[in-house]
């Protein structure tokens, strides 16, 4: 997305490819196809059978500097009515962000992410990382995934 010598043409393309990989992905680990549950199930027996993997304590026990979660759709209908609440006052939905609840990283200098497709045209996010990090800004975070999403929008629809 912020290589300048591809055209946007070429970004859609690349774009399509990247969604149709992330599909077959997640449709496998729904099926417990994906790699992730097959390291986990690994680790499990073997801790089960007594049996030490250094691979696998070694792959399991990297930092996690990005965790991330969906947040569940059925608080959709709860972002209207926080809109519906907010009208005649100083507040508006900006300010509310989004329903639901975060989470805080895993790794002294990651970040927790939970997020909601909330319908056709919303998304929240709840984005948080330790103050106490000088390389990370939850603020920073949030500005970089609404300008990413901004790049997404204007390869869909350029004259917006």
């Known amino acids: 997305m912020v290589d300048p010598k591809l055209s946007d043409a070429e970004k859609l393309k690349l774009l399509q490819r990247a969604c149709d990989v992330h599909q077959d992905s997640y449709r496998n680990a729904m099926s417990g196809k994906g790699i992730d549950r097959h390291l986990f199930?690994?680790?499990?027996?073997?801790?089960?059978?007594?049996?030490?993997?250094?691979?696998?304590?070694?792959?399991?026990?990297r930092p996690w500097r990005?965790?991330?979660?969906?947040?569940?759709?059925?608080?959709?209908?709860?972002?209207?009515?926080v809109e519906k609440?907010?009208?005649?006052?100083?507040?508006?939905?900006?300010?509310?962000?989004?329903?639901?609840?975060?989470?805080?990283?895993?790794a002294e200098d990651g970040y927790g992410v939970s997020y909601m497709v909330a319908g056709e045209d919303m998304l929240g996010f709840h984005i948080s990382s330790k103050k106490s990090c000088p390389t990370t800004s939850s603020d920073k975070f949030a500005d970089d995934i609404e300008q990413a999403l901004a790049d997404l929008k204007a390869l869909w629809h350029p004259k917006e």
């Not at 199930?41 to 399991?60: D, H, K, Q, R």
């Not at 979660?69 to 059925?74: F, H, K, T």
């Not at 009208?87 to 989004?98: F, H, L, N, P």
Request: hydrophobic share 30%.
């Open 85 to 106: 609440a907010l009208e005649g006052t100083k507040y508006s939905i900006d300010d509310a962000r989004c329903p639901g609840g975060g989470f805080g990283p895993v």
């Open 66 to 81: 990005l965790s991330t979660s969906q947040q569940p759709q059925q608080q959709t209908d709860n972002w209207r009515l």
């Open 41 to 61: 199930t690994l680790y499990c027996v073997s801790v089960g059978f007594g049996i030490e993997s250094p691979f696998l304590n070694n792959a399991l026990s």
